[in-house]
């Protein structure tokens, strides 16, 4: 073999050789980790077949009226309102807190309780309609808000009323220490399945807890 076949033969072993090398596939190993699961928040780890009595919440005490400083709560009321809904007008807001307090007074319910509600049921949206169909601020459901005298649940009076007006209903169907959170798990999936089960599921947990926290803040 002269000396150019010889050069040949070497350069082809050479790029063989650094062929191989930058085309080589790394090792794998036999142990696989599977990808840390995702931390939820607490309510969405709540069992939903699972049937809660209580919450962590303590107790929202009953109203005495005639209430003193009525002028108070309803500015209190209101201004929660445009801090919680900024689209909300401040004449729906007025309006809002002025029905709350009047039916508060007249069907004997903590004022403070219905607006907590009605925050997150709607959201003080008037207009607001869910995919269920349920309407306006305390979104009662059409055959529920014509049995409570509601023919207009845009209207903010009427709403207030029936959403008042039933929150008291439920109130004095569950006469026990925690009857302010069965009314509420009431509210949210029906008094008679609250009944039938002798408590909640874990959806009305976070809902009732949601209340319970949006209370503290007027």
């Not at 909640?200 to 949601?210: A, Q, V």
Request: glycine share 6%; with cysteine; charged share 20%.
């Amino acid at each position: 073999m002269d000396g150019s076949a010889a050069t040949v033969v070497i350069l082809i072993f050479v790029f063989s050789i650094v062929a191989s090398v930058t085309n080589k596939t790394p090792k794998t190993t036999s142990a696989f980790k599977e990808p840390k699961q995702e931390t939820f928040d607490n309510y969405s780890q709540f069992d939903t077949s699972q049937t809660y009595t209580q919450t962590d919440i303590k107790i929202i005490p009953e109203p005495v009226f005639p209430l003193e400083n009525t002028e108070g709560i309803v500015q209190n009321i209101k201004s929660f309102i445009l801090k919680y809904a900024k689209k909300v007008e401040e004449w729906e807001a007025q309006s809002i807190a002025d029905s709350i307090l009047k039916y508060g007074q007249i069907y004997n319910v903590n004022p403070k309780l219905a607006c907590a509600l009605i925050a997150r049921e709607s959201r003080f949206n008037r207009f607001a309609v869910s995919p269920s169909g349920a309407q306006g601020l305390g979104q009662l459901l059409p055959s529920t808000a014509v049995g409570l005298g509601v023919y207009d649940p845009f209207d903010i009076d009427q709403n207030v009323k029936g959403t008042v007006r039933y929150l008291k209903s439920l109130l004095d169907r569950f006469e026990n220490p925690d009857k302010v959170t069965f009314s509420l798990a009431g509210y949210l999936e029906g008094p008679n399945n609250v009944k039938k089960r002798g408590g909640f599921k874990g959806s009305s947990k976070k809902y009732i807890e949601d209340i319970y926290n949006i209370y503290q803040k007027i």
